[in-house]
């Protein structure tokens, strides 16, 4: 079961300072990334602006295929084990798997797809930012 909900809304930018700097006039403030992600955090979800090239090579896509304004939504997951479940339900449901559950460097388990209309999701669990008990997203988790 795929509970309803977003967790992290990454964009894909040309100039990640940039657009930083945009959501920091309106008042947004960073949270500590090392990532190479420059991340606010939201009510319940985080919105994250990542390298456009960077962006594409992850999902493992030619950054052309992208388009502007090139986004994914993410989906937390409470274990590593639950990444590659939901990713067999998306496919089951019509979705396109792009990236099979895979460990990534930084210490996560993710994996993406596409669902039909084109929307790239990434499918994640992050040691780091563990969910709370009611689902909600925080980066850097609850503590």
């Known amino acids: ?25 309106i008042g947004w403030k960073r949270v500590d990334s090392p990532d190479g992600v420059i991340a606010f955090d939201l009510i319940g979800q985080t919105l994250g602006l990542y390298p456009l090239p960077a962006l594409a090579d992850e999902i493992g896509v030619d950054v052309g295929t992208l388009g502007s304004g090139a986004l994914t939504l993410s989906y937390n997951c409470r274990s590593k084990e639950e990444v590659a479940q939901v990713l067999s339900k998306v496919e089951d449901a019509g979705a396109e798997v792009l990236k099979s559950a895979s460990d990534v460097f930084w210490g996560g388990h ?9 929307t790239i999701w990434e499918v994640a669990f992050n040691p780091f930012s563990p969910l709370a008990s009611d689902g909600a997203f925080r980066w850097n988790g609850y503590g």
């Open 110 to 118: 993710h994996g993406y797809f596409r669902a039909p209309e084109g």
């Open 1 to 25: 079961m795929m509970e309803q909900r977003v967790s992290l809304i990454t964009v894909g930018v040309e100039d990640p300072e940039t657009a930083a700097a945009f959501y920091e006039k």
